[in-house]
Nanobody
Framework: QLQASGGGLVQAGGSMRLSCAAS????????MAWFRQAPEKEREFVAG???????AYADSVKDQFTISRDNAKNTVELQMNSLKPEDTAVYYC??????????????????WGQGTQVTVSS
């Protein structure tokens, strides 16, 4: 199970931290990722982190967002800085149970959290 939290409303230029709590599986063996979906747009990759901490980011958020994980607490977080109105979306955490790398296609992931809304006002 994946439970995302931390979304809300923030002004442009502000920061927000999302968290995803995992349970019911061996978290430390999984690749974890964040995706987002804006209205009428396809779900898109934001960031991913492998079990030993290697990360990957979408070009649109590189140097702006930071993904991290705590294998002892079974959590993955997304620190979002310098937020822009175009970052407005529902953000989802996802899990790939086999670490073969970080995949950017949402269809690769079979396990999803419920999503948390992030709204950035201009």
């Amino acid at each position: 199970q994946l439970q995302a939290s931390g979304g809300g409303l923030v002004q442009a230029g502000g920061s927000m931290r999302l968290s995803c709590a995992a349970s019911g599986f061996t978290f430390s063996m999984s690749v974890m990722a964040w995706f987002r979906q804006a209205p009428e747009k396809e779900r898109e990759f934001v960031a991913g982190i492998r079990r030993h901490g290697n990360t990957a980011y979408a070009d649109s958020v590189k140097d702006q967002f930071t993904i991290s994980r705590d294998n002892a607490k079974n959590t993955v977080e997304l620190q979002m800085n310098s937020l822009k109105p175009e970052d407005t979306a529902v953000y989802y955490c996802a899990r790939d149970p086999v670490d073969r790398g970080i995949y950017r296609e949402h269809t690769h992931y079979g396990y999803w959290g419920q999503g948390t809304q992030v709204t950035v006002s201009s």
